[in-house]
Structures are given as structure tokens and as C-alpha cells.
């Protein structure tokens, strides 16, 4: 299996040299150059596996330079019973009112972003090797929360890499800055900025494009990679919890193999729902996928209309992981949309770039409506899908999950649709306690570790082990800096 860029398919690459390169030197993002298809028979086959099975059989489809046994390695130390509290990994649970929730939050962090950034590390040293890279990867990532806990555990003390990560000192929540404040390994470092996620982001990327520091590091054997999601070795894990869902709910006879079912996705930089519609192109028997925004609506918007248009007000939510005007891997899916046509590529991302805006054609509108389907909420309705969800079900879900359970909703209202339908949960309620508990009417003005107390009492449940844990671990990181300051961070880092 090869690998193109999405804005220039002459540019082909194994899988290790995407992995290990991240970015196409155009600006693209890389795509395998087909969709493997499942063989007849292989769900049926892939019913009687568990996860770690799965995983390596799908993944196989797509790593041609990664040998079975190495694969498999990889596997079975990212997903192992050591970092996810579940022998399950990715369990589907179904509510007393019958709805399905795949949880994706078992991992070390409590976050869906675990289920790729566990196993990324493996893929980024091994291609490292496969590509004859000799410096030390240093990771670089700008964070509105999730990922970079999940980079900096995937990460941590990981031989030939290091990791630096940067949040907005003020746009996150109690108990995700003390889980970074508090990460070990003596290969990582945290850094809040004085600014917002895009001052962040901006910063990592204004170092990554600087060639004078790139060579300044190189003579210190190091170079710089990202652990976002455009990189095909964050993408790929996800496809296997799609598959791994649907074959869960025919082995529990909830569905008979070839039923096609819908799933729901809260959505922000489109990778989560991305991962599933590459699920569908390989056969997996989906109808609809439902894209659930809040009140950052850009990509509900996009879907019903065809224009992507960034120039909105930005709106700091519930749901900050999902509070994007840019989506990056949306570009992929312009790919396949246009029958993969690049030049229409680079020219919807050239008019993104001078303009903020882009229209697809005719005939784009109507192959992303043929497959997707879309909805937006509001914090308050948010809140009220977690109140209803928890006093009907005893069931408890995050913010981020609500979002996507209130769009659902709102879908069945109007079509009227009985088509089975998944919510794929993506975080922990206990990582945003503060906002659960005021969903539930609970007072919340108290620290974060507190609040993770609080919301077990309210809940009649235990927070996972790693969040509990937190109020006894040592604050190691401290330091913050002015946005325009971030380079010398980086730089002392490396020295
Ligand atoms: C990252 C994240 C999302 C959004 O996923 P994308 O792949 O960016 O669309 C949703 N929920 C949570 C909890 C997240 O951390």
C-alpha cells in the first residue's frame, strides 16, 4: 500500500515515510492511494476476535512495510491491560432506553485521543528506523486540552523522541492542566501560553516553518514532528474501533452481519469522523454518518450547504476539544469527493488560505449528503442532554458526548429514522466535572480534584483510576510564556 498527497498524486510514499514525514512538502496531507476492502467474510471473522486482534487485522491492510510480527508487537503494548481499564478497550454500551455508546475513553487519559496516541510512538520510532532517520524526533503539539495529555503519555520516556507541549493558560479545564502539570518522563516538557488555542497553535506552526531554527536543532541531532491528526499514524487506529463496534453488536445480536447501521460523531478537526467514513470505503456496512458541531458550527454548515466559510465568530464552549473553525482532515475528504482530484484540491485550499472560504461543486454537495448527515447544539442544550441521559438512564456522559447525543436527537425528531445508531463517546464526564455537575444543577465552585470527588458522589460511580489519582501527584511544570515567546522554550528544551 502507497501513499499520495492530497494535493499532488505524483508524490507517492510508503507507509513509514508518511508516517515519519507527517505533512507532504506541498502543504497535503497523505491518503492511501486505494481503500483496501474487507474480504467476504471477514466481519464475520473479526466477530469472534477481541481488539487486539482486530486492530492488527485491519491495520495490516494499510502498514505493507510493517511485518505481522512487529504489528503485532505494537498492538499488544498500546492496547494492553496496563493502559486501558477495560479488557474490552472500545465496549459499545447500550442505555436502558437502547442507546448504543462506543466508549472510547478507557485509555490512559481518558480521552478518545488515547486510542491513537498510544500506539503512534510505535509507528513514528519504527519508521524512524524503516526510513534511516538517525537525529531524535522532537514532537511539538499545540493543545485546547486532549491531545496533549494523550501525545505526552503516548510519549513519555519513548527512546530517540522528545515531546514539548503548549496550552492556553486559560481555555482549559481544572483536571486536564493538572494532568499535564503533573506528567512524568524525563523526555517531556509543558508550557501554558498567555493567549487563547489559536495563539498556541500559530506559535507551534511559526516554528515548524522557521528554517533557521530547523538547522539550529539539526546540528543537535534533533528534528521537529507533530502528533496531530493529519499524520496517517493517528488516523488509521481509528478506523479499527468502527469496525471493532460493528462487530460487537452482531455478536450481541443487536444487529444480523450486513444490517447498516449510523453512527453519530461530535466532531472538531475531523479526524474521529473522517476514520469512519474510511470505515465505510472498506466495506463496513454504514448508512449515515452524522456530524455533531456546537455552536462552532462550520462543518454543519459545510455539509448542508457546500461552503466552508472560517470567517465566524468563535465561540469558547462546553466542548472545547471541539471548538475548531479549521478542520483540518476535512481536506481528505475533499479528496475522495472529487474522485480525487488534487488540482480541485489546491484550489479550495488556496482559496481557504487567501480567503477563509471555500464552494464545492455540484457534485460534491451531493456525494457528501449521500453519506453525511449533520447537526449543531448549544451549551445549554448540551447540558440538558447530559440531565436527560443521566435521569432516565443512570448514565453519565461528558460534554463532548452530549453534543453528539442532542444532535442525534434532534435527527430522530425529524426523519423519523429507526436505522441502529452508535454515539461514539469520546471522553470521560469526569474529565470536565466542572460542567457536568452544573448540567446535573450541583454547585461547582470548588478545585478540580474536588469537583472529580463531587461528581462520584453524584453519580454513584468511581472516576478512572489515573484522574483519581491526580490530587497525589507532583506538580512538575509551571512556566508559562507571552505568545511570541515560545520559540526559547523550545530551543532551552532542546539544549
Ligand atoms: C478531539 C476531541 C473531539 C473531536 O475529534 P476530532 O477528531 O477533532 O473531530 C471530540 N471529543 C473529544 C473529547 C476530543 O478530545
Redesign the pocket.
Known amino acids: 500500500m502507497k501513499y499520495q498527497s492530497t494535493r499532488d498524486k505524483n508524490v507517492l510514499l510508503s507507509a513509514s515515510e508518511a508516517i515519519a514525514r507527517g505533512l507532504s512538502r506541498d502543504g497535503g496531507l497523505f491518503v492511501p492511494v486505494s481503500f483496501p476492502k474487507l474480504p467476504a467474510g471477514a466481519l464475520q471473522e473479526m466477530c469472534s476476535m477481541n481488539y487486539q486482534q482486530r486492530a492488527v487485522y485491519i491495520m495490516n491492510m494499510y502498514l505493507s512495510d510493517f511485518p505481522l510480527a512487529e504489528l503485532t508487537d505494537y498492538v499488544s503494548r498500546a492496547y494492553s491491560p496496563k493502559s486501558f481499564n477495560t479488557p474490552s478497550i472500545a465496549p459499545v454500551r447500550k442505555t436502558d432506553d437502547g442507546t448504543f455508546f462506543l466508549e472510547l475513553w478507557h485509555g490512559p487519559t481518558c480521552?478518545?485521543?488515547d486510542m491513537a496516541l498510544q500506539i503512534l510512538p510505535y509507528f513514528m520510532t519504527a519508521s524512524m528506523t524503516k526510513t534511516g532517520e538517525e537525529r531524535t524526533v522532537c514532537i511539538l503539539v499545540a493543545t485546547s486540552g486532549?491531545?496533549g495529555k494523550a501525545a505526552l503519555e503516548g510519549f513519555c520516556d519513548v527512546p530517540r523522541t522528545k515531546i514539548m507541549v503548549f496550552y492556553p493558560k486559560d481555555g482549559i479545564s481544572d483536571v486536564q492542566k493538572l494532568q499535564m502539570m503533573s506528567q512524568s518522563g524525563d523526555n517531556v516538557s509543558v508550557c501554558a501560553v498567555e493567549g487563547n488555542f489559536d495563539d498556541a497553535q500559530t506559535g507551534v506552526k511559526k516554528i515548524f516553518s522557521d528554517p533557521a531554527f530547523r538547522d539550529k536543532i539539526a546540528e543537535r541531532g534533533y528534528f521537529l514532528s507533530s502528533a496531530n491528526?493529519i499524520n496517517w499514524g493517528r488516523l488509521l487506529p481509528q478506523i479499527v474501533y468502527y469496525i471493532s463496534a460493528y462487530c460487537d453488536l452482531v455478536a450481541k445480536k443487536e444487529i444480523q452481519i450486513g444490517d447498516k447501521i449510523d453512527f453519530c460523531v461530535?466532531?472538531?478537526?475531523?479526524?474521529?469522523?473522517l476514520a469512519g467514513y474510511y470505515a465505510l470505503r472498506m466495506g463496513l456496512p454504514v448508512r449515515k454518518l452524522i456530524c455533531a458541531s456546537n455552536s462552532n458550527d462550520v462543518l454543519t454548515e459545510f455539509i448542508r450547504t457546500g461552503i466552508y466559510d472560517k470567517n465566524r465568530r468563535f465561540y469558547a464552549t462546553i466542548?472545547p476539544?471541539?471548538d475548531?473553525l479549521v478542520s483540518s482532515n476535512l481536506e481528505r475528504l475533499l479528496f475522495e469527493l472529487s474522485g480525487r482530484d488534487d488540482e480541485a484540491v489546491r484550489g479550495y485550499m488556496d482559496s481557504l488560505s487567501r480567503t477563509g472560504r471555500y464552494e464545492v461543486s455540484d457534485d460534491m454537495k451531493a456525494a457528501l449528503r449521500e453519506t453525511f448527515e449533520c447537526g449543531s447544539c448549544s451549551d445549554e442544550e448540551t447540558k440538558a442532554a447530559i440531565a436527560g441521559m443521566f435521569e432516565n438512564n443512570h448514565y453519565l456522559i461528558?460534554t463532548?458526548t452530549a453534543v453528539a447525543l442532542r444532535v442525534l436527537e434532534d435527527f430522530r425528531k425529524t426523519a423519523g429514522n429507526k436505522t441502529p445508531c452508535v454515539v461514539v463517546s469520546?471522553?470521560s464526564p469526569f474529565k470536565f466535572c466542572d460542567s457536568v455537575l452544573s448540567a446535573l444543577g450541583r454547585d461547582t465552585d470548588a478545585p478540580g480534584t474536588q469537583l472529580i470527588e463531587k461528581l462520584e458522589e453524584v453519580a454513584g460511580a468511581e472516576a478512572p483510576l489515573p484522574l483519581k489519582t491526580l490530587k497525589t501527584k507532583r506538580i512538575r511544570f509551571t512556566e508559562s510564556v507571552g505568545k511570541t515567546d515560545m520559540q526559547g522554550v523550545v530551543d532551552a528544551f532542546l539544549s
Do not use: R
Not at 461530535?266 to 469522523?273: A, L
Open positions: 480521552a478518545f485521543k486532549d491531545t491528526s461530535p466532531t472538531g478537526n475531523f479526524g474521529d469522523i466542548s476539544s471541539m475548531i461528558d463532548h469520546t471522553a
